[in-house]
Nanobody
């Protein structure tokens, strides 16, 4: 199973970020899988952003909830992240990950699948 994140790379402050996680080798539709986004700012630890379940139910980090949206397209086997009102401190490598069973965690060892990540730089 491979998860491939993609996105614009460079975004300006106050703009909206849209990232795509394309999954191959497995379907994203099994009900027991939860698809998360996690990020790692330069020189800092991982930060869990949120997840989406089979039914489309979502759960977000309280600190990012107001400007984050995660969605999915089962037909395209793809999960999306949208984050608005970007700030330079949103600069990070953004990862897509999947875990059987629901858990809001940034611990990479808790995930069954983990993408390679995509760099996002927010310019001021």
């Amino acid at each position: 199973v491979q998860l491939q994140e993609s996105g614009p790379g460079l975004v300006k402050s106050s703009q909206t970020l849209s990232l795509t996680c394309t999954v191959s080798g497995a379907s994203i539709t099994p009900a027991y899988y939860y698809w998360s986004w996690i990020r790692q700012p330069p020189g800092k630890g991982l930060e869990w952003i949120g997840y989406i379940g089979y039914s489309g139910s979502t759960y977000y980090s309280p600190s990012l909830k107001s400007r984050t949206s995660i969605s999915r397209d089962n037909a395209k086997n793809t999960v999306y992240l949208q984050m608005n009102s970007l700030k330079p401190e949103d600069t990070a490598v953004y990862y897509c990950a999947a875990r059987a069973r629901m858990l809001a965690t940034k611990d990479r060892n808790q995930y069954n699948y983990w993408g390679q990540g995509t760099q996002v730089t927010v310019s001021s």
